[in-house]
């Protein structure tokens, strides 16, 4: 099972937490392996964060008034999902490090840890993302060791998988996020309902049959 997101998609930790949902309730969940794949909603992004509303409604083509209400709704889809956003104010930025942070964080057995309390971090926490360290510090609170992820972060590491999760998504017809990929058999875009997840699990499953014991 493979995810592509990224940190500051609201739809990606909304999604991440359907999927969740539907996985809790397979029978064969114990059999799925889930990878979270890198993929950056604007590359171009600053490296500075910049104020969010004026910079997104620009970027959709829409007011800030129209961009505030998008996410309110947002906030109470989320809200029914068990997940508290924040959402009004704050900042966005380039997130290639965070990806990079993960691709660390999935060698080290802990990708899923992380990318939760990225996800939390941003949309309930209001806290940064972007810069070296915050990320060691959300890294760290997940159970990293602090001073590998700042050597990571320093040296540049881990650049080559995240451009490669990226072109891979390309390949397989993902132009956003989340996008989510079962057993390289089918394909679920969009925060899907958990119904929808759950019957992408079952299909999967049934095709590929049980592991071997």
């Given at each position: 099972m493979e995810i592509w997101s990224d940190v500051v998609c609201p739809w990606c930790y909304l999604g991440k937490r359907r999927f969740e949902r539907a996985l809790a309730g397979f029978e064969h969940r114990d059999?799925?392996?889930?990878?979270f794949?890198?993929?950056?909603?604007?590359?171009?992004?600053?490296?500075?964060?910049?104020?969010?509303?004026?910079?997104?409604?620009?970027k959709y083509g829409i007011s800030e008034a129209e961009f505030a209400a998008s996410e309110q709704r947002l906030t109470r889809l989320a809200a029914a999902e068990g997940l508290e956003y924040h959402l009004d104010?704050?900042?966005?930025?380039?997130?290639?490090?965070a990806h990079r942070v993960l691709q660390f964080a999935r060698e080290r057995?802990?990708?899923?840890?992380?990318?939760?309390?990225?996800?939390r971090a941003y949309f309930t926490e209001r806290r940064s993302v972007f810069d070296e360290d915050s990320l060691v510090e959300l890294a760290t609170e997940s159970g990293l060791d602090g001073d590998e992820v700042r050597r990571v972060l320093k040296e540049?590491?881990?650049?080559?998988?995240?451009?490669?999760d990226i072109d891979q998504a390309r390949a397989l017809g993902a132009n956003g996020v989340p996008f989510f990929v079962f057993d390289r058999r089918y394909a679920v875009s969009g925060a899907q309902p958990a119904e929808t997840f759950a019957a992408a699990l079952d299909k999967a499953y049934q095709d590929a049959g049980?592991?071997?014991?």
């Open positions: 059999q799925v392996v889930v990878t794949r890198s993929f950056e909603l604007d590359p171009a992004a600053p490296r500075e964060p910049q104020p969010k509303a004026p910079l997104l409604a620009a104010g704050g900042v966005i930025g380039n997130t290639f490090d057995g802990r990708q899923d840890v992380v990318a939760e309390r990225l996800f540049g590491a881990y650049a080559d998988e995240v451009r490669a049980p592991l071997p014991k």
